[in-house]
């Protein structure tokens, strides 16, 4: 079965420098949800859209910006970055009020 | 103080043993819930979903809720070296309103199943 599909998975990056993670969630899945996890930490929920709209927000801070398209992949931008995060970052899809989401295999960004 | 707690271990047990993993949480509003299995590196993969207080059994794994009590847990029975990775309860509101159902997990819990 088709799953989500992050890419890419490894990024290094320097202090100050922008990225673009990118995320394809599972056919039929019309929400996306994106998660931090540092390291030994659980995942943190950052935000999350549906139908192409920002549906909830959480700990995501200003630098970071989201959006989802028109065929329901999803991208997370990341500018001025800092050593703080450097993290694993999760992408999970579902359908929308669906009772389970599916995670990706993540992309662990690096910043030096 | 955590939304969602969870022993972190890290919890050693031989093969063939019964694991216990436990969360408890504090938030009524919580309404799913969810255990993910998560090996090193990699992205969590649902094990469990439950939505009602008692039990709810697939194969080796089950997961219990008593939402009286804000507890829940996973068993593992006849635990495999396999099994080894870190365990994660999430929780979740019922989506709706201003919620689309973002989760919160605990903090995850390390087994390893030796030989």
């Known amino acids: 079965a088709a799953g989500v599909i992050q890419s890419p998975r490894h990024l290094i990056k320097e202090k100050r420098e922008t990225a673009t993670l990118k995320c394809y969630p599972i056919?039929?899945?019309?929400?996306v949800y994106w998660y931090q996890q540092g390291p030994g930490q659980d995942p943190q929920f950052l935000i999350s859209?549906?139908?192409?709209?920002?549906?909830d927000k959480g700990s995501i801070p200003d630098r970071f910006s989201a959006q989802q398209f028109s065929d329901y992949h999803s991208e997370l931008n990341m500018s001025s970055l800092e050593l703080g995060d450097s993290a694993l970052y999760f992408c999970?899809?579902?359908?929308?009020?669906?009772?389970?989401?599916?995670f990706g295999p993540g992309t662990r960004l690096t910043v030096l | 103080q955590k939304e969602v707690e969870q022993d972190p271990g890290p919890l050693s047990v031989p093969e063939g043993a019964i694991v216990s993993l436990n969360c408890t949480y504090s938030n009524s509003a919580f309404q799913y819930f969810m255990w993910y299995r998560q090996y090193s590196r990699k992205g969590p993969e649902l094990l469990m979903y439950t939505y009602s207080s008692g039990n709810k059994e697939d194969g080796r794994f089950t997961a219990q809720v008593d939402k009286s009590s804000k507890y829940i847990s996973l068993f593992i029975r006849d635990s495999q070296p396999s099994d080894s990775a870190t365990y994660l309860c999430a929780i979740r509101t019922r989506a709706g309103g201003t919620s689309y159902g973002k989760l919160t997990f605990g903090q995850g819990t390390i087994l390893t199943v030796h030989p």
């Open positions: 859209f549906y139908e192409k709209m920002q549906s």
């Open positions: 999970a899809s579902s359908v929308v009020g669906g009772n389970t989401q599916y």
């Open positions: 056919p039929r899945h019309d929400t």
